[in-house]
């Protein structure tokens, strides 16, 4: 299935139904009052967050979503039945805001949430509802109000505690691989990642994290270089993010310290926030660096980055070194997660009185 991760969409609630006039006529029931109906409240439009569902492509091609109208009222004190509501489900992590003035008016954040979008218009009022015992034969009655019509932007963003940055072909897809149930492809060819991929990691019972793996970062990224920033956006809601260098290109005139140096770089650019976030260097492919100079590479790449930050060598395909940053990560993760704790509710008997 393709990943879209953005759709722009036309929503409409229904209008309520118009009430009736009508009165009662029946042989020997020469005054039999007024016995129209109220109309019916147009169907609304609602979101709800569905954690089977991980793209926006429904939206990409579906624009249009429109809500029925309530029935009119009717005679012989019939009401207009209510219209359907339509419920558009969502992945998780999605964005909506108006796509006029870009306010956001709802997050999905949990699976189950449900949030109206469009409300429907409420039934216009048939002359049963005017009958008082001053005015016994009323002739108003009202139309349905209009329901309401927007115009929104989706925008998902993946939830996960921690994301993978770093260059094309620094092993990002293997490390995630390794250490979670996601499979994306690995191949030995920049950019083979080219949409986000999420994968939960097992620490042990009931201790697990989420890691997100995007699309590589280059250097002009922000001026649309490689797939430009359209993925870091999925970066913004974890906690941590992991700086993925490779230890050992097969070009000896790459140097990873100038390549982790532009992806520093780019991030800033692209959100001074995201920026902000805890940064960890994860130096990986050491299986191809001699076992001597392993330590002395990875102080001198320290070094020329002037980074004081946790730093962790690994080799994801050989899977080495990596118990410890799993444990690193996890240990970073549930100390920075929400905790509610009950107050003690114990019963505890009034201390007798002196009286």
């Known amino acids: 299935m393709k990943f879209v991760d953005e759709a722009t969409i036309d929503i409409a609630a229904g209008d309520g139904g118009a009430g009736c006039v009508s009165f009662r006529r029946e042989k020997f029931i020469p005054f039999g009052g007024p016995n129209g109906g109220n109309g019916g409240r147009g169907g609304s439009v609602f979101a709800v967050a569905d954690r089977n569902i991980n793209t926006l492509i429904d939206y990409r091609y579906a624009r249009r979503h429109e809500a029925r109208n309530g029935e009119q009222g009717r005679g012989s004190d019939q009401f207009g039945a209510a219209s359907d509501d339509i419920v558009l489900r969502m992945p998780v992590g999605t964005i909506i805001s108006d796509f006029e003035t870009g306010d956001v008016l709802v997050e999905l954040l949990e699976h189950g949430q449900r949030e109206i979008l469009a409300k429907g218009g409420d039934g216009g009022f048939g002359n049963l509802h005017y009958k008082t015992a001053t005015n016994?034969?009323?002739?108003?009655?009202?139309?349905?109000?209009?329901?309401?019509?927007?115009?929104?932007?989706l925008e998902l963003r993946v939830l996960a505690d921690v994301g993978l940055l770093g260059m094309p072909n620094a092993g990002k897809?293997?490390?995630?691989?390794?250490?979670?149930?996601?499979?994306?492809?690995?191949?030995?060819?920049?950019?083979?990642?080219?949409?986000?991929?999420?994968?939960?990691?097992?620490?042990?019972?009931?201790r697990s994290f989420v890691v997100a793996d995007i699309p590589g970062l280059i250097e002009g990224a922000s001026e649309g270089a490689g797939l430009g920033h359209q993925f870091l956006r999925h970066l913004q809601r974890t906690?941590?993010?992991l700086h993925i260098v490779d230890a050992a290109p097969f070009d000896d005139s790459v140097d990873p310290v100038q390549q982790a140096k532009a992806i520093v770089a780019e991030l800033k650019k692209?959100?001074?926030?995201?920026?902000?976030?805890p940064r960890w260097l994860v130096f990986n492919k050491l299986d191809m660096v001699p076992e001597a100079e392993r330590e002395q590479r990875v102080k001198d790449y320290v070094k020329r980055l002037r980074y004081k930050g946790p730093v962790f060598s690994i080799s994801a395909l050989a899977r080495a070194g990596l118990q410890p940053?799993?444990?690193a990560i996890y240990t970073d993760v549930a100390k920075h997660q929400r905790v509610d704790v009950?107050?003690?509710?114990?019963?505890?008997?009034p201390a007798p009185s002196d009286e």
């Not at 009323?138 to 309401?148: A, D, S, V």
């Not at 692209?270 to 976030?277: E, G, M, N, R, V």
């Not at 009950?342 to 008997?349: K, M, T, V, Y």
């Open 136 to 153: 016994r034969s009323p002739r108003q009655k009202t139309p349905g109000w209009p329901g309401e019509a927007k115009k929104l932007k």
């Open 173 to 206: 897809s293997t490390l995630i691989t390794a250490i979670s149930n996601a499979r994306p492809k690995i191949a030995d060819y920049p950019f083979t990642t080219l949409a986000p991929n999420l994968g939960v990691v097992r620490v042990g019972p009931e």
């Open 239 to 241: 906690r941590l993010l």
């Open 270 to 277: 692209y959100d001074p926030k995201l920026h902000a976030k």
């Open 325 to 327: 940053l799993v444990e």
């Open 342 to 349: 009950l107050p003690d509710q114990r019963f505890e008997a």
